[in-house]
């Protein structure tokens, strides 16, 4: 495309006096969000900063760069922020090595009119926003840019956590294959900086998307807001291909959510994401244990400073403590990792029975490290947030976990846990499903379909097999659900499917020659054959 793309070159930031800043900090063990980058107040329209260019369709295309000297990474939070119907955005760095996007209204708009992008790789990035013929009240205006002043995405997959860190896909990590679809890393502080948190069942079942992290992400000392999460980003599903090596690749990001409860005394805050994450992305939610019982060895699975996703064992049991990061005392329990550990950054990330994989409690922080291998880890207790944190469901977990008013001392986690099998299923056709985990480990699989469509409705064993029931003018959304134990537990996950007639096209040649005759087959009922009223023919290149 021959157009010049405006450049908006932002302010030089002052990196050495951060990284001062950063150390005097650390030095006080003040615990809070790992900081990365420096926000810069601007005011900045892509419609009137752009450029704009008039495209053959009709449509409408504006572009626009945005350049900070010697960032390693540029992330944007937009405070007006509508796209108007069949536009796309997108974000990207000069070589298109990462592009977010496409944004659309269906995946981005929101009844605040606020949104934020995730990190994107190097020193400038280009907007790019395109609106369709007749469609012009798209609104894209910037409030903050964000100077990525320490590499969280360095081009081999590795962060700056320490070198004693275990890659959640080494082996320590192979019994805990659903749980770590359930940690996200938090972009807090105007998206400044990391926190990370839990994706938690409730006991409707429904995935409603409720994130379990720490109070101190978002509330200082004080109990003034640091973060605001309607504008924060919630990255899934970051981690390295293979133990030691490989690049991050096929993470999610959801932007927005809202504050649903908070306390400093166990240091524990639930959000909930504004928007409910696609069912492709196959996220798991974890499961919970509030009684005060004291596991007999804990798992952590967290981001430590900003890097791809590690877990961390302690083989011996916690111990209670009243402890005090910086945040004011909370009621916490104490690790000493055996294998792995946590830094800063790592803050809000869960902590899981061993033997149950049940959540019991968040990281509010604590003096572990790869140069301090015997220092503790202190996670504030999941039982004193549960109803013992405060009187109301501002301040405890009870009203938002247990909808269903049933009060158990244990939920498991449902989800994550991949159906193998077709997305649709047409006329006079079957197709089985499988899950998706090392067979060794899997047992008691039991097979349910909810809602219709498809036959039998039910099944136990490895696989399960339905075919079609719908008539044809009337394709049926419905979804397979498995329940089953894997490793000794308990675990449920589901896969949508639809039932529908699909035709099969075809071509046959009577004799040799340039001439064909095309034919259509349909998995159509020979009774219902003349219910296809309308037929169209394409004719494409080769």
């Not at 981001?303 to 209670?320: L, Y």
Request: glycine residues 10%.
């Amino acid at each position: 495309m021959d157009v010049e793309i405006p450049v908006l070159v932002m302010p030089l930031v002052d990196v050495d006096a951060l990284v001062e800043e950063d150390k005097r900090l650390d030095m006080e063990n003040i615990q809070r969000p790992f900081r990365f980058g420096y926000a810069i107040d601007v005011d900045i329209d892509i419609k009137k900063e752009g450029v704009k260019k008039e495209l053959p369709d009709g449509g409408t295309l504006w572009l626009l760069k945005i350049h900070c000297s010697d960032a390693y990474t540029i992330n944007l939070i937009y405070n007006r922020f509508w796209l108007a119907k069949g536009s796309k955005f997108f974000v990207y760095n000069e070589d298109k090595s990462m592009v977010l996007g496409a944004f659309t209204p269906e995946n981005s708009n929101n009844s605040y009119n606020e949104y934020a992008t995730d990190l994107v790789l190097g020193d400038t990035v280009i907007l790019e926003y395109y609106e369709p013929e007749l469609s012009d009240d798209g609104v894209i205006n910037i409030s903050k840019v964000i100077h990525g002043y320490i590499n969280t995405l360095k081009s081999n997959g590795l962060g700056t956590s320490g070198g004693c860190n275990v890659d959640v896909m080494c082996p320590l990590g192979n019994n805990w294959i659903l749980e770590r679809r359930a940690v996200t890393m938090l972009l807090v502080d105007n998206n400044t900086a990391f926190c990370f948190g839990c994706l938690v069942n409730n006991t409707a079942q429904d995935s409603r998307p409720y994130i379990l992290t720490a109070n101190h992400c978002y509330y200082n000392a004080s109990g003034n807001q640091i973060s605001t999460p309607a504008t924060n980003i919630y990255r899934f599903l970051y981690w390295r291909p293979y133990c030691g090596s490989g690049t991050p690749s096929n993470w999610q990001s959801i932007t927005g959510a809202t504050m649903r409860a908070h306390f400093a005394g166990s240091d524990f805050a639930l959000l909930e994401l504004n928007t409910r994450p696609s069912a492709s992305l196959n996220l798991h939610y974890a499961g919970w244990d509030r009684r005060n019982v004291t596991p007999f060895s804990t798992i952590g699975i967290h981001h430590p400073r900003g890097d791809a996703m590690k877990i961390s064992s302690d083989f011996d049991p916690p111990v209670q403590i009243n402890y005090n990061a910086g945040n004011g005392a909370a009621d916490c329990w104490r690790v000493v990792w055996n294998m792995g550990t946590t830094e800063q950054g790592s803050s809000g990330s869960p902590l899981f029975n061993e033997y149950s994989h049940h959540v019991v409690g968040q990281l509010y922080g604590g003096i572990a490290s790869c140069q301090n291998t015997t220092g503790h880890d202190n996670y504030g207790r999941f039982d004193i947030s549960w109803d013992r944190a405060g009187s109301s469901s501002a301040n405890r977990l009870r009203d938002w976990l247990d909808p269903l008013g049933v009060a158990p001392n244990t939920l498991n986690g449902i989800g994550g846990a991949t159906i193998y099998g077709p997305d649709v299923i047409g006329a006079s056709c079957s197709a089985t499903y499988t899950i998706g985990l090392p067979s060794s480990g899997v047992t008691g699989q039991t097979w349910q379909v909810i809602g219709g469509g498809v036959t039998p409705t039910s099944g136990t064993g490895p696989s399960f097999t339905v075919s079609r029931t719908a008539n044809l003018n009337d394709p049926i959304n419905t979804t397979i659900q498995c329940t089953f134990i894997y490793n000794g537990l308990a675990y449920t996950t589901t896969k949508p499917i639809v039932a529908r007639i699909e035709p099969v096209y075809g071509w046959m040649s009577p004799a040799p020659g340039p001439q064909y005759s095309y034919y259509l087959i349909a998995n159509i009922p020979l009774d219902q054959r003349l219910l296809v009223l309308d037929y169209e023919w394409e004719v494409t290149p080769n």
